[in-house]
Each structure stands twice: as structure tokens, then as C-alpha cells.
């Protein structure tokens, strides 16, 4: 059949079917599904393979191809395709080290030479090439419940564990998998479902296989860290692995803007500006254009405040229309949403206080961890606002806090740069 409907699901349930070509690859659906759903950004919008019944979920890569992907799903089943963000996507390409640990990464000839990790890691990447990796993982024995932890090794040959303990002699490797033919999914409550002794599982199965329990092989990490680790490197081992395709994963890696490529700048002579180079000398502008900001808050809002004595009607509707914003979600479905949307440094959203009334809460990503601030309304001078400092930087409502925050830390570990969306379908 050259053309076939693919059903695609939003994060709010509901679906919409698209007519595609036998060819049609995630990129293009992803695509389709930006113009359609009319998103403002369109930048880091992927396709999720979601197997319910099993806990799995995996994204997409551009290349491959809708229909091939279902045709490996059972008959009979709740498997689906799910339209989001995901910002981790190309975030290793940004900041490799962040996803690679020197304790990790395998000695090499390369390392031998006097390479640090980090030049190894940039020469393989600028090759196409991934760095071998090695670390303890607890694995679920089949047909059993029970897990056990092993030392593996993840090379372009495949993925091998040391029958003795960290040993990586020929004799002590045994053969587990070959790369070409796996998928890596990310297991959802591993816990509950396969008796994970920790939170961050994930899972190597056949692609060319129906999903089945069988086919499976569980695998467990000690953190996230340890987990994303492996995962990068099974994805970028794989695309390497793959002779028929002409692709690498940083064809489509977007261009955007990062912290490294931004510079202080004075724009005080009538020259033009200049780019500060003295680090002094950029902190005291820094700090500067935080009093600024309070100054320009000031003039900017120097009508009449009507609303006297009550700190919850400072523009109560202007946040509301903002796509970080998320309501009443409790602190672990927020953490879920930034843990699905990639886990990667600046990723926040803005939701309601369950604990202290007339209160905001930011939720933000750090070092793949998710870190929550209270934002609490004040008064001062007979006006309305929100601080997050005790009131040493006030703001008359949230939009106006989140956009000095993405140009200013603040008190935050580092700048807001991705919110968290949901968009319907």
C-alpha cells in the first residue's frame, strides 16, 4: 500500500490521523503535525513510540520511517504514536561532556596517548563515531524476577558483560546483543511493573520484533546520569551502525542561540557597542541591568493600582494564556512532564501552590534534576507583586518573572530557556 493513516495522539488524549507515503519518516510527521497544530515553536517537537501495556517509550529519530515502526507492533494492542517536546533530543550535541563521565568512558589507545576525555570525546563526535562505554548495571535474569548487577561494555561490536567482575579480557566478555538490530526504550514505573531496584530503567529490544515481554531485556542504572550515558551512546552507536543510511544524527541538529555564544556588551558610547572583555567589568553591568530593571518596573506600571490589599489580583489572567503554565499540577506530575520532555538544563513550568494559598511554584531542570521554587506575592509601596528572593527583586506578575529570568539567573542555577508545553492536537 503506498499510503497508510497514522493515528497521532497529543499529551491531551486526543488523536488525529494523517495520510502518509510508505516513505514518510518522523521529521515529516512532526512537521505535518507543527503546521497543523499551529505551534508557535517549532523546534524540538518529536515522535514518541509509547507500548503501554509493557512501560516503554523511546523518541524517534528523524530518519526513520512511520509505517516501518508500526509494522513492528502487535496485532492486538494499545501501542500509539504521542506528538511533544523533547528538548534532549540534540541537547548532547550542545554539551557532550554533560552526558559522557570520565569514569565512563572506556580506556583507550586513544586515551593511552595522553588524550583527555574530553578532547576524545569532541574528535569522535566530529568523526561520527561514539566513545566506548563501560559501567555496573543491574540486569533482570530471564523467566525471573530477580536482578543481578554486571559490568558491561558498549562497543560498535555490540554490547558485552564481564563474566568477572570488571574484567574486559576476551575470555571474560560474553556476547549480549548486536546494536543494529535493537531499539533503547525508557521504561515508565519500572518499580511496579518489573520489580526495578531503582528509578531509572530502561530496555533493549529487537526492532524487528513484535513487542513482547519475552524479547525484552531489562537493564537498571544507579541515576539518571548513569542511565542518559548509556542511552546517548546507544543511539549514537546505532546510527553508526547503519551502512544504508546516509545520515548522521547532527544533520538535523537546529541551530540555536546557547549560553557560550552570548557575550556582555556596553552600548553606553555613541560609537556603537563593544563587547566587554574584562570579567569584572561584565559582572558590574550585570548587576546594573538588575537595577535597571527595577527602575523601568517602576515607570512602566506607574498607573493606579486598583487593586489595594490583595495580592492575588495582580494580572491575574496574563499567565494563564502562557504556555509554561500549568495550573493546579501537583509537584510529581510536574516533575513527569520535564522528565518526559528531556531533562535538560533550563526546561521549567510555572504551577499553582498546593501547599501555601495565593502562591506560585517554578519548577526547573538542573543537572537532570528538577528543583522547585516558590514564588510569593507581596506589597510594597501600596503596589502588588511576586518575588522569589524575598523581595529583593519584585515583578508585577509571572510573564514579567520569567522574562528577566531568561536573561538573568537571579537566585536560579541557570537561566529559564525551555518551558514546558503541551499542545493539543
Same mark, same amino acid.
Given at each position: ?62 530518519? +526513520? ?17 504521542? %506528538?511533544?517536546?523533547? =528538548? /534532549? ?63 558491561? %561494555? ?17 575470555? &571474560? ?39 513482547? @515481554? ?69 559582572? &558590574? /553591568? +550585570?548587576? +546594573? ?63 499553582? @501552590? ?31 507583586? =511576586? ?15 520569567? +522574562? ?22
Amino acid at each position: 500500500m503506498p499510503w497508510q493513516v497514522v493515528k497521532v495522539y497529543g499529551e491531551d488524549g486526543r488523536s488525529r490521523s494523517l495520510w502518509v507515503h510508505a516513505g514518510t519518516t518522523a521529521r515529516d510527521v512532526s512537521r505535518m503535525l507543527v503546521q497543523t497544530a499551529h505551534c508557535a515553536d517549532q523546534e524540538s517537537w518529536a515522535l514518541i513510540e509509547l507500548h503501554p501495556a509493557l512501560g516503554l517509550e523511546r523518541c524517534l529519530e528523524d530518519h +526513520e520511517t512511520v509505517v516501518e515502526v508500526q509494522a513492528t507492533w502487535p496485532l492486538e494492542g494499545d501501542n500509539r504514536l504521542l %506528538f511533544r517536546k523533547n =528538548y /534532549a533530543k540534540y541537547e548532547f550535541f550542545k554539551k557532550p561532556m554533560q552526558f559522557f563521565p570520565e569514569h565512563m568512558i572506556s580506556d583507550s589507545a586513544d586515551v593511552n596517548k595522553g588524550m583527555t576525555s574530553s578532547e576524545l570525546i569532541q574528535n569522535l563526535l566530529n568523526s561520527g563515531s561514539c566513545p566506548e562505554i563501560q559501567g555496573f548495571l543491574q540486569v533482570r535474569e530471564p523467566s525471573r524476577k530477580a536482578w543481578k548487577r554486571f559490568c558491561f %561494555f558498549l562497543r560498535r561490536s555490540g554490547l558485552y558483560c564481564s563474566t568477572k567482575g570488571s574484567s574486559k579480557e576476551p575470555r &571474560h566478555l560474553q556476547y549480549v546483543a548486536d546494536l543494529e538490530d535493537l531499539n533503547i526504550y525508557g521504561v515508565i514505573d519500572g518499580r511496579k511493573l518489573y520489580g526495578a531496584p531503582s528509578d531509572f530503567t530502561f530496555c533493549i529490544k529487537p526492532s524487528r520484533n513484535r513487542a513482547r @515481554s519475552r524479547d525484552m531485556k531489562l537493564l537498571c542504572a544507579e541515576n539518571e546520569q548513569i542511565r542518559t550515558c548509556w542511552t546517548t551512546a546507544f543511539r549514537l552507536f546505532k546510527v553508526g551502525a547503519m551502512p544504508s543510511t546516509a545520515f548522521t544524527l547532527t544533520t538535523c541538529v537546529p541551530h540555536s542561540v546557547t549560553e557560550a555564544s552570548l557575550v556582555a556588551m556596553d552600548f553606553s558610547g555613541k560609537a556603537g557597542g563593544r563587547v566587554i572583555e574584562n570579567p569584572k567589568e561584565a559582572q &558590574h /553591568a +550585570e548587576q +546594573e541591568e538588575g537595577l535597571a530593571w527595577r527602575k523601568k518596573t517602576a515607570l512602566r506600571y506607574s498607573l493606579p493600582n486598583t487593586c489595594h490589599g490583595s495580592p492575588c489580583c495582580v494580572s491575574p489572567a496574563i499567565h494563564q494564556t502562557q504556555p509554561w503554565f500549568h495550573g493546579g499540577v501537583s509537584r510529581g506530575e510536574a516533575q513527569r512532564l520535564i522528565e518526559e520532555q528531556g531533562l535538560v538544563d533550563g526546561m521549567f513550568l510555572i504551577r499553582d @501552590s498546593q501547599q501555601h494559598a495565593k502562591c506560585f511554584v517554578l519548577s526547573l531542570c538542573y543537572k537532570l534534576k528538577t528543583k522547585h521554587y516558590l514564588i510569593i506575592p507581596c506589597e510594597e509601596g501600596g503596589r502588588n507583586y =511576586y518575588t522569589m528572593d524575598d523581595g529583593v527583586t519584585l515583578f508585577i506578575d509571572l510573564l514579567q518573572l520569567v +522574562e528577566f529570568h531568561q536573561i538573568n539567573r537571579g537566585i536560579l542555577p541557570v537561566c529559564l530557556k525551555h518551558p514546558c508545553v503541551c499542545v493539543a492536537l
